[in-house]
């Protein structure tokens, strides 16, 4: 090879060279550009697994993603009660339509300003609820914008009663709804319906006034439960809007135990398992007697504390009364006997039935053997049900053990023993006794064991109740029974809600930040401001009143780690390895192919470099000589 070429061969190989270095380290930056996204894709996936979210928790329906709409739509799942987002100034934020809306009722200015609680001037203000300054006299008419402060029976201020305002917006509760149903925030039609309620849609709720019952059920001790029994009469229901049986008026008491009926009526008996055992006709039915004196065989007696009930008071018995005395009852029947036994009573004849009709109806009061999701008395949801069948079937057990007391005559000698134990008192004659006042003891104490299982401190002997445990004896203990009185008409409980957020309104004042207006909606942005604490919940206390919080103390909302979350960044964390580990394999690859190039044009440098040298020494040594 001539020296020339031998110098361009040198510099083509030096070019190469340094391209292949050049490229070898960009490669090498590239590398080191990989393993900081790796690095930062693991710490973003170990950040997200301290990922958390909140969700809505309720006990009956289950557990939500937190969301506005939960906590601002009348539903079981707020218990028909707003929860208010509210900023720091304490007001309320509102979607842009409900703003709106408020606006355009009155009831706030544009800039969220409250303009007071509207007062109906057509009312006596005494009538109303509300006094005024002026102690509830309605005084001369106010001028234009003028105002006057309203407050409670408390003494609190709840509004202001402002002059002029014509009907459309004139700020009240009415106008409200109907500017609502305008933007389509609620139904047209409920709002109308709403506002046909009247006052009975008026519950003042949110500002110190009553508010309606949302639970099916309340908690009465033993003395309470008694007292209930006594008096309670279905206008209660009627009162609230539910229906009553329709043999029943207005003022027939519920927990009356009419036994002169149930004997000579004779219902049908039920067995453990609800079937109809035996059918009976007033031909069966026995007559009842206000003499012990007069009892003969077919006839009964009801007597307390020794003296006998005439027919009108043994007609008005109540389970109350049972409770509250010392009720007993004695049957005669004919006597069949057998190796000189009386057999008639064990084989289901004469005084057994009637004591099995007895107990059933008693049963029937507190709610056993009701027709599927029909709650009544001490039947209030799935778990009292079972409680209240396994509590009939135990004290079924009592009817059939008969203590034998042959040589003793005379109803109050068989009453006095039958007030000592739990069961049946067979006497001289044909006598049978119980005590009802035991009955209805031992029925309830087994009610109470059945719902706290068998290590509960209750018990029945059946042959000794001063040995017996009974749940009445603890006046601490409480009965969740059936609330009468309960609002569940949903009409009714819609125009609850919608009156505690016109109150809170009112009262408060709304949020202006339209960024805040268009977001709240967003339930991950929602949720971020509400752990951020820069939102905050108001939701309604025992007193009637609303407080504002964190999120953690409404006792709904808690903060839970967001399974769904840690899940997407785990697979999007793997995806995004799988990526860069692919792309750091392909840089190794090329690296691999420069390193041998580079090594190869290293060698081939050398023997070029070597021969332009010996070429350069030949010429020295030519032109030397």
Request: aromatic share 10%.
């Amino acid at each position: 090879m001539g020296l020339a070429a031998s110098q361009a061969r040198f510099l083509a190989i030096t070019s190469r060279k340094m391209n292949c270095e050049f490229q070898s380290m960009q490669i090498a930056q590239q590398k080191l550009s990989v393993t900081r996204d790796l690095q930062k894709a693991a710490q973003d996936y170990q950040s997200s697994l301290n990922a958390t979210k909140l969700i809505w928790d309720t006990s009956d329906t289950g557990v939500y993603d937190l969301s506005y709409d939960i906590m601002m739509n009348p539903s079981v799942l707020n218990e028909f009660d707003p929860f208010f987002i509210t900023d720091v100034n304490g007001r309320i934020v509102l979607t842009k339509p409900m703003f709106q809306a408020a606006v355009e009722s009155g009831v706030i200015d544009s800039s969220g300003n409250p303009m007071g609680l509207w007062v109906d001037k057509r009312k006596k203000l005494g009538d109303s609820g509300y006094i005024t300054r002026e102690n509830g006299e309605a005084s001369g008419k106010l001028g234009a914008g003028e105002f006057k402060e309203v407050y409670n029976s408390d003494g609190n201020i709840c509004g202001y009663e402002y002059a002029n305002k014509d009907k459309a917006n004139d700020g009240s509760r009415n106008a409200f709804l109907y500017q609502l149903g305008k933007v389509n925030k609620i139904d047209m039609n409920m709002a109308d319906n709403i506002i046909n309620l009247g006052e009975a849609g008026y519950t003042k709720s949110g500002i110190g006034g009553k508010i309606y019952s949302k639970n099916s059920a309340n908690a009465m001790n033993t003395f309470a439960l008694k007292e209930y029994m006594k008096t309670a009469d279905y206008s209660m229901r009627l009162a609230s809007g539910n229906s009553i049986p329709k043999d029943k008026t207005a003022h027939d008491l519920v927990y009356g135990l009419n036994i002169l009926s149930i004997l000579n009526d004779s219902p049908p008996v039920k067995s453990e398992f609800g079937k109809v055992e035996k059918e009976h006709n007033k031909e069966d039915g026995w007559n009842y007697v206000e003499n012990p004196e007069d009892l003969d065989a077919g006839k009964f007696v009801i007597t307390k504390n020794g003296q006998a009930l005439s027919a009108t008071q043994a007609k008005g018995l109540t389970l109350g009364d049972l409770l509250d005395g010392k009720y007993d009852i004695t049957i005669k029947q004919n006597i069949k006997t057998q190796e000189g036994q009386d057999i008639a009573y064990e084989n289901g004849e004469g005084a057994k039935p009637k004591f099995e009709l007895i107990l059933y109806n008693l049963a029937k009061l507190l709610g056993y053997d009701t027709p599927s999701n029909e709650y009544v008395g001490l039947n209030v949801d799935k778990e009292s049900e079972a409680a209240l069948n396994q509590a009939y079937d135990f004290t079924s057990l009592a009817l059939t053990t008969v203590t034998n007391k042959s040589d003793e005559g005379g109803v109050l000698k068989l009453c006095n023993i039958a007030e000592d134990q739990n069961n049946v008192i067979y006497g001289k004659n044909g006598l049978y006794s119980l005590s009802l006042s035991n009955l209805m003891k031992s029925f309830l104490t087994n009610f109470a064991v059945a719902l706290e299982g068998f290590e509960s401190p209750y018990n029945v002997k059946t042959e000794s109740q001063k040995e017996s445990h009974y749940v009445t004896n603890d006046p601490n203990y409480r009965f969740i029974f059936k609330d009468e009185e309960a609002m569940t008409d949903t009409l009714m409980l819609n125009a609850d809600f919608y009156n505690m957020l016109y109150n809170q309104i009112a009262t408060c004042g709304a949020c202006t930040d339209e960024m805040k207006q268009e977001m709240v909606t967003d339930n991950e942005w929602l949720q971020q401001q509400l752990k951020r604490g820069t939102l905050f919940i108001s939701s309604l206390n025992t007193d009637g009143y609303y407080y504002q919080g964190a999120y953690t103390l409404n006792g709904h909302i808690q903060e839970v780690t967001d399974e769904n979350a840690i899940a997407m960044a785990e697979l999007e964390y793997n995806v995004q390895k799988s990526k860069l580990n692919t792309k750091e394999e392909s840089l190794e690859l090329q690296m691999k192919n420069l390193d041998m190039e580079i090594s190869s044009l290293t060698t081939e440098y050398d023997t070029v470099k070597n021969l332009i040298s010996k070429s350069i020494e030949k010429v020295f040594t030519m032109f030397s000589t």
